[in-house]
Nanobody, 122 residues
Framework: QVQLVESGGGLVQAGGSLRLSCAASGSIFRINIMGWYRQAPGKQRELVARISSGGTTNYVDSVKDRFTISRNNAQNTVYLQMNSLKPEDTAVYYC????????????????WGQGTSVTVST
């Protein structure tokens, strides 16, 4: 079994910063893509940022130049540094890992964390 556990959410004032962390556990050999999604109340879940095992990154336009995704392949962790936060960034943030190979040769796709809440006040 592969599990993802997020941490780092909370309440912050507009203009502030937060750093989200996500750790994958299990007998993991390799994770191809790790990413962060968010879901605001009444809205669909959307991709925020993702990063490949080689370090290639993608961001949704609304967070470019404010958020930075990074990962530590050896520790199977992914981070999201969020700066200049805006009230519209308020959402539950979910960690996602896709195309996981375990040490036993198993494969997992689209594994999700439980989510961590981010609230940005005015």
């Amino acid at each position: 079994q592969v599990q993802l556990v997020e941490s780092g959410g909370g309440l912050v004032q507009a203009g502030g910063s937060l750093r989200l962390s996500c750790a994958a556990s299990g007998s993991i050999f390799r994770i191809n893509i790790m990413g962060w999604y968010r879901q605001a109340p009444g809205k669909q879940r959307e991709l925020v940022a993702r990063i490949s095992s080689g370090g290639t990154t993608n961001y949704v336009d609304s967070v470019k130049d404010r958020f930075t995704i990074s990962r530590n392949n050896a520790q199977n962790t992914v981070y999201l540094q969020m700066n200049s936060l805006k009230p519209e960034d308020t959402a539950v943030y979910y960690c996602n890992a896709d195309s996981i190979t375990t040490s036993g040769g198993g494969r997992y796709f689209e594994v999700w964390g439980q989510g961590t809440s981010v609230t940005v006040s005015t």
